[in-house]
Nanobody, 124 residues
Framework: QAQLVESGGGLVQAGGSLRLSCAAS????????MGWFRQPPGKEREFVAA????????DYADSVKGRFTISRDNAKNTVFLQMNSLKPEDTAVYYC?????????????????WGQGTQVTVSS
């Protein structure tokens, strides 16, 4: 059974950095677009970033452009989200997702597979 497992979340001060990882198992996701979404407390899930299956193209939400970087290692079936200059408003549960289509893919309901999420808390 296909599974996505996120890791790397935690508590960090504003201005700090975290690197999230998403390990895929049960199938090969090398031909899938991979995305990161987040759900702040009391709010709906929102798009953060997505990367094409070869890693040559990526999309970002305006709120994270220039601060977050998405990347992938298909040999390891893993996708990453490097988060720098973190702000308190970045506090959320972060989810990894996969979809069998090309970019753009910014809507949660487009995605076929989801991880369980990892909590990121940024203190001021």
């Amino acid at each position: 059974q296909a599974q996505l497992v996120e890791s790397g979340g935690g508590l960090v001060q504003a201005g700090g950095s975290l690197r999230l990882s998403c390990a895929a198992s049960g199938r090969t996701f090398s031909s899938y677009t991979m995305g990161w979404f987040r759900q702040p407390p009391g709010k709906e899930r929102e798009f953060v970033a997505a990367i094409s299956w070869r890693g040559g193209s990526s999309d970002y939400a305006d709120s994270v452009k220039g601060r977050f970087t998405i990347s992938r290692d298909n040999a390891k079936n893993t996708v990453f989200l490097q988060m720098n200059s973190l702000k308190p408003e970045d506090t959320a549960v972060y989810y990894c997702a996969a979809v069998a289509r090309a970019l753009p893919a910014g809507a949660p309901n487009e995605y076929d597979y989801w991880g369980q999420g990892t909590q990121v808390t940024v203190s001021s």
